[in-house]
Structure formats: C-alpha cells, structure tokens
C-alpha cells in the first residue's frame, strides 16, 4: 500500500511518495519542481506555461516592468537579453543582484544568477526554439538562439525571505 503526502508551502508543491518501507522516500521530479528550493510558486509556472511575456524590473531605481521572454527548463526559470546594451534589466541584475518579476497581478521578488554552464545553455537554446514559434516570433527565437547570445543569460531565483 503507497501513501501520497502533498507537502505544500511557498515553495511550489513538492510531492514524496512513501513506500511500505519507512526508510525509502521516493521525491517525484515534477515539471514545476526545482531541486535547489529557488522554486517560483506552482501559479508562476502555469502563467509562464499561458502567457509568452513576463515582466521584470531589476535593481532598486526602476519604477516600471519590461515585458520579456522567460523559458522554463526542468522548473529552472530563465531569460536572454536580446538587446545586449549596457544599460538593461540583464546589466543592472548582474551589478545590485535583485529585482522583481510580475505575473499577473502577483509580483516576486527574485535574484538573478548568469548561467555559465554550456550544456544547460543549450537546453535553453532548445527551450526557446520549442515555446516562441509563431510566425512574428520564429526570427527571434532564432536569433535569441545564437551561440553570442549565451552570455546574456540570465537565471531567475525567487529571493529568499
């Protein structure tokens, strides 16, 4: 007999399936589940899954959001900076670590981390080619894509309390 306990918290659900033994834990790797608890909140996951633009406000002097690409890969939340330039939501993140993300009516605070790892790079790679294939969108994601584009990678972690 198996009983299922949801373990539920500000961080997404995360569900453990026990066994007849009591000294095996089965932990059940969801979509939504981040196994380094920087997990969003399970409602973030299913707006990102609805909505193709997500706001982001980075560092303590910007007063509004900018609407922008995130991907989800293995419940891990990123974004490229497709303008590159020296004055953006990717630089200031980079220098004061902290901004906000919006979805909805819902607002989290986040940090943001450079993502250096290649192999993950390209898991997002594959992440944007797959979620932004509509016509308007194709050359983007195309060039988003590009190897250059890499290093303006950005992962977003909701902000401890």
């Known amino acids: 007999m198996r009983s ?6 500000t961080i997404s659900s995360h569900i453990a399936r026990l066994d007849n033994c009591p ?8 979509p939504f589940m981040n196994t380094k608890n920087y ?10 899954a609805r909505h193709t633009l997500t706001g982001i406000k980075a560092g ?10 995130m991907v989800n890969v293995d419940g891990r939340i990123f974004a490229r900076s497709w303008g590159k ?3 953006s939501w990717f630089t200031t993140l980079l220098d004061e670590k902290n901004g906000q993300i919006k979805y909805g009516d819902k607002v989290l605070n ?7 790892d290649a192999l993950l790079n390209e898991k997002i790679d594959q992440a944007y080619r797959t979620r932004y294939t509509t016509p308007e ?14 290093d303006y990678t950005m992962e977003f972690r909701v902000a401890p309390l």
């Open 110 to 116: 986040i940090t943001g981390v450079p993502c250096k």
């Open 4 to 9: 299922v306990i949801n373990y539920s918290s």
């Open 60 to 69: 303590k002097d910007r007063t509004t959001f900018l609407n922008i690409w």
């Open 23 to 30: 000294t095996e834990v089965k932990i059940t790797n969801y």
């Open 137 to 150: 969108n194709l050359p983007y994601s195309i060039g988003i894509t590009q190897p250059d584009y890499a």
């Open 85 to 87: 330039s020296n004055r």
């Open 39 to 48: 997990s969003f909140p399970e409602d973030f996951y299913q707006h990102l």
